[in-house]
Each structure stands twice: as structure tokens, then as C-alpha cells.
Nanobody
Framework: QVQLVESGGGLVQAGGSLRLSCAAS????????MGWFRQAPGKEREFVAA????????KYADSVKGRLTISRDNAKNTGYLQMNSLKPEDTAVYYC???????????????????WGQGTQVTVSS
């Protein structure tokens, strides 16, 4: 199985930027689709973005389109989430997740991703 560790979270003012990283170890990272999810206090974990194992297919939640960009570097076993024009409502714990490719494509449900990191806190002040 693959192990995932997020980093790059922190406190930023509204309108600012952060880049989250997801370092993978264990199994070959390039075999897995990767997703980013977030969970705000008192809310369910929600889908943010996903990228296929090769990087050729990408999907975003409507709430982040145009502001957040998912990418990956399989040679470095690392995935990224570039976050621009951040808003206070982006405040949450951000998790990366992984799954083997399947006919489901890039699903938005947490149930389809068996591997998870521990999360990194992103706080956006107004």
C-alpha cells in the first residue's frame, strides 16, 4: 500500500496563496490516482480536486475552479495543490488520498479512496 504525508499548510490572509504537498512512499506513486479533500470544523469531508495516475485527467469541485490547481510529479513521488486567491471559507484540514485507477475514473466520494494522509491545517484570515 502507499503511505501519504501532507505538508505546506499554515495561516494566510485572504487573497493569499499556499502550496500543499503530498509525499508518497511505499508502493509506486505513479500507479495511483490522487485526490485532495478538505474538512472544516463541524462539516463533512468534501472533495476538492483529483488527478489521474498519469496526470492526464483532472477534476475540480466547482467551489475551487480557477483558484486551486492540482498537479503531480511522479519522479518525485509527490502531489501538489496550489492554492491562490484564498478565501476564509477555504479554512479546513486538507487531506490527500489515493486509489488505484478504476472504471469510476476520478470520483468525488471519500469512500472510493482507501489511502489517506494525516491532514494539514489551512487557515485563511479575513
Amino acid at each position: 500500500q502507499v503511505q501519504l504525508v501532507e505538508s505546506g499548510g499554515g495561516l494566510v490572509q485572504a487573497g493569499g496563496s499556499l502550496r500543499l504537498s503530498c509525499a508518497a512512499s511505499g508502493r509506486t506513486f505513479s500507479r495511483y490516482d490522487m485526490g485532495w479533500f478538505r474538512q472544516a470544523p463541524g462539516k463533512e469531508r468534501e472533495f476538492v480536486a483529483a488527478i489521474s495516475s498519469s496526470g492526464g485527467s483532472i477534476k475540480y469541485a466547482d467551489s475551487v475552479k480557477g483558484r486551486l490547481t492540482i498537479s503531480r510529479d511522479n519522479a518525485k513521488n509527490t502531489g501538489y495543490l496550489q492554492m491562490n486567491s484564498l478565501k476564509p471559507e477555504d479554512t479546513a484540514v486538507y487531506y490527500c488520498a489515493a486509489k488505484l485507477p478504476s472504471a469510476l475514473g476520478l470520483p468525488a466520494s471519500t469512500r472510493n479512496y482507501p489511502y489517506w494522509g494525516q491532514g494539514t491545517q489551512v487557515t485563511v484570515s479575513s
